[in-house]
């Protein structure tokens, strides 16, 4: 597990894109863009993880978590939200995570987040996000 930056463009647009469908995939310059928002920090697992998180005013925001297929149940995606807490103690992580995700939702959930919202078709219509927090 790595702390990761633009050096790992590359290997974090892989990874997103074997672990996320070709609509939701983030090619290399939404990559750029993120990695260059103010407080965005992440990691990056070399079996195929990653994760970024933006921390601003005392909040911490997962923006993004994936695990390539060949890589998943084996507590890497576990070991990266752990990360990501470890980094910012004793404050709150809110995520978005589709409704109809039940992996990811299942992952946060046995991490400790518990739903505080939902934002009706954002992810397109008929597909809802849920907010959760920990
Ligand atoms: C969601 C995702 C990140 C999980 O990564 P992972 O490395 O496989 O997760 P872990 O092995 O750390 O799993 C931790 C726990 O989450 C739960 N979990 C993970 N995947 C699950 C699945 N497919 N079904 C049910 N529970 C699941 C389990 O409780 C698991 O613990 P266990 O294996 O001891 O039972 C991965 O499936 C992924 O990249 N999915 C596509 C992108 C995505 O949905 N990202 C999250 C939303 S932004």
């Not at 990761?4 to 863009?33: N, S, T, Y």
């Not at 005392?58 to 993004?64: A, D, Y």
């Not at 576990?78 to 409704?99: C, H, K, N, Y």
């Not at 991490?111 to 954002?122: I, K, S, T």
Request: contains cysteine.
């Amino acid at each position: 597990m790595t702390p990761c930056g633009d050096l790992h463009r590359p290997a974090l647009v892989a990874i997103h894109a074997a672990a996320f469908p070709p609509a939701e995939q983030w090619a290399d310059k939404a990559m750029a863009e993120i990695l260059a928002m103010p407080g965005v920090f992440g990691f990056i697992e070399n079996r195929g993880g990653m994760i970024l998180a933006r921390a601003v005013a005392g909040e911490v925001e997962i923006l993004t978590l994936a695990v390539a297929p060949q890589a998943r149940r084996r507590g890497i995606g576990r070991a990266l939200v752990a990360q990501v807490a470890s980094a910012t103690p004793g404050q709150p992580i809110f995520l978005e995570v589709a409704a109809d995700n039940a992996a990811g939702q299942a992952l946060y959930r046995t991490a400790g987040f518990l739903e505080c919202g939902c934002r009706r078709d954002y992810y397109g219509p008929g597909r809802d996000a849920l907010i959760l927090r920990r």
